[in-house]
């Protein structure tokens, strides 16, 4: 079992940029692949990005495809969401997500453990 704690969000100006870090513990850290989704008021929760155990795949969902990078440091059992040019229908709860298996998923279904998410609110 792993516990994620999601950090970075907050209130930023249209074209800011912001960086998300999620924190795991407890079980292996390299053992999951690790997702951010996002999920704004009426809408279903959707891919951002994810990355696989060693870092060497990643996938990005369409809405941010180009304007965001997430990266892992398996010393310090981090991943990490980089955000750039923000828009103001970027405003949503981000979360971080461990999935148990080296490749990174697609669909919030794919992944075992959630963390209890962070606000992002880009004002225009």
């Known amino acids: 079992q792993v516990q994620l704690v999601e950090s970075g969000g907050g209130l930023v100006q249209a074209g800011g940029s912001l960086r998300l870090s999620c924190a795991a513990s407890g079980d292996t850290f390299t053992s999951y692949a690790m997702g951010w989704f996002r999920q704004a008021p009426g809408k279903e929760r959707e891919l951002v990005a994810a990355?696989?155990?060693?870092?060497?795949?990643?996938d990005y969902g369409d809405s941010m495809k180009g304007r965001v990078a997430i990266s892992r440091d398996n010393a310090k059992n981090t991943v990490y969401l980089q955000m750039n040019t923000l828009k103001p229908e970027d405003t949503a709860v981000y979360y971080c997500a461990a999935r148990y298996y080296y490749y990174a998923g697609t669909t919030a279904s794919q992944y075992d453990y959630w963390g209890q998410g962070t606000q992002v609110t880009v004002s225009s």
């Open positions: 990355i696989s155990w060693g870092g060497g795949s990643t």
